[in-house]
Structure formats: C-alpha cells, structure tokens
C-alpha cells in the first residue's frame, strides 16, 4: 500500500514543482512556453487515454466479439458527461479570459482559476487510480509498472500545469507563497481520487473496462474543451502543436516500454 500511495503522489509532486516556478520567474508567463506547455500537456492526456485506458478497457473485453468496443464507448461518454457537468455547475474562470464560467458566484478571479485547473486534475488522478486497479486485476498490458508510466507522465504534464496557474496568480497581486500554494492544492484532488478508486475497485471489478474508459472521456473532455482552445488561440499557435507532438510521444514511449 506504501507503494500505490507514492505513485499516487508522483503527480501532485509535479504541481507542486511546476508552481515553485513563481519564486524564479517574474512577471507573466512567456506565451510562447505558455503554448508549448499547453500543447505538450494535450498530448501526454491524448497519449495516456489511449494507451492506458481506452486499449485495455477493449482489450478486458475481447471474448465478446463485434461487442467487445461497447463497455469502453459507453464509459468513454460517461466520463465526457461527467466532466460536462462539473463545467456546468462549478463557478470556474480559464486561463487568457475574465469571463467567468458556470454558476454565478463571488469568488475571486484566484479562486475561479484555482478550480478550472483543479477540475482539469480530477480525471488524472482517477487514471492513476483505475490503472492501478486494473494491474491488480491482472488486467492484460497493465502493470504496476504501467500505473507508475501514467503516474511519471501525468507529473511531467503538471509541471507546466502548476506554472500556468501560480503565475498568473502572482501577476494578480497574489504573494509568492500564496501563490505558490494554491498551485499546488490545485494538484491535490489527484492523490484524493486515485487513492479512491484503488480503494474502491474490489468492489467494482466488472465495472472494471467502464471505469478506464471513463477516466479516458474525462480527460479528453479537458484536452477539447480547455487545453488545447487555449494554445490555439492567438499567436504561436504552432508551438502548441509541435508540444502536442512531443507530449504524445513521450507518453506513448512511456507506456509501451513498461508494458
């Protein structure tokens, strides 16, 4: 159990690096790194959705012929709906607007800003979670080695995560510190959901391939509606691209040499 906690923290710890950057950096983020972290991040959750849950959960259901795509369609659109929803309910601000989203509310800008990102962190620390759960299902092509690949790739992707959020919430008027660590709690819905769904998944083995697919839904919902909009927008749009490209395949590495 000590070993899925700290794997379960890899991400978090990647947040927490990623916002530090608020007491090295001055001013706003450049945009062009802004793009380029925006796209890398894109392509290591495209990546890891595919290769991680999306295959596997196909893979649990193979026996069953032309059927076998349908458990992972159906949790592939639960976890795009679930994710809908949360946008819809929840008061949250993107990065690059003033237009607030969801409900109307009287947080602050931080506040907002803090929950668009920690709604973007939820999905990741539901994939560690459920990776795991599949390798102790002896799920074919996962492994506890599996689960640390998705574990590393997602902190890689927090790093410039945490950065994009704790900067602008410096350039606010924010303290370094302050700053600094609502970055880093935005990060900690991921060890909270994961450990959850490992906890849970004695209980939900033939929910299994569901599950996987779900947690891939919920993370492409983020790349579609958040990530990748905000590094196509505006100039250095290509930088995104090529992140994307180099995310993807990183990711992609990742996961089939620890297969």
């Known amino acids: 159990m000590t070993a899925i906690l700290l794997v379960l923290f890899i991400p978090l710890l990647g947040t927490m690096l990623g916002s530090a950057f608020v007491f090295f950096m ?3 983020m450049s945009p062009r790194v802004q793009k380029s972290l925006l796209g890398f991040a894109s392509g290591v959750m495209v990546a890891a959705s595919v290769w991680s849950l999306l295959i596997p959960a196909m893979e649990m259901e193979e026996g069953r012929g032309a059927w ?8 592939f659109l639960l976890g795009m709906g679930f994710l809908l929803l949360i946008d819809e309910v929840t008061p949250h601000l993107h990065l690059g607007t003033d237009k607030p989203e969801g409900p109307r509310s009287r947080l602050s800008r931080t506040a907002m800003l803090a929950l668009a990102v920690t709604i973007h962190n939820l999905p990741e620390g539901m994939a560690v979670g459920v990776v795991f759960a599949g390798a102790g299902d002896g799920v074919a092509g996962l492994s506890l080695a599996s689960a640390v690949a998705v574990s590393l790739g997602i902190a890689i992707q927090n790093v410039p995560e ?6 602008p919430m410096r350039a606010a008027g924010n303290s370094r510190w302050r700053s600094f660590l609502l970055g880093s709690l935005s990060g900690a819905v991921e060890p909270v959901g994961g450990l959850a769904i ?11 391939p569901y599950m996987l697919a779900f947690a891939a839904g919920a993370m492409f919902y983020v790349v579609v509606e958040e ?14 691209t090529v992140g994307f490209a180099a995310g993807f395949v990183l990711m992609m590495v990742l996961d089939v040499a620890t297969a």
């Open 198 to 208: 490992v906890l849970l998944a004695s209980l939900m083995t033939p929910a299994l």
């Open 162 to 167: 945490g950065a994009i959020i704790s900067m």
């Open 68 to 75: 076998s795509v349908l458990p992972a369609a159906i949790g």
């Open 227 to 240: 990530l990748i909009p905000e590094a196509s927008q505006g100039d250095h749009t290509n930088l995104g």
């Open 26 to 28: 001055k001013g706003d």
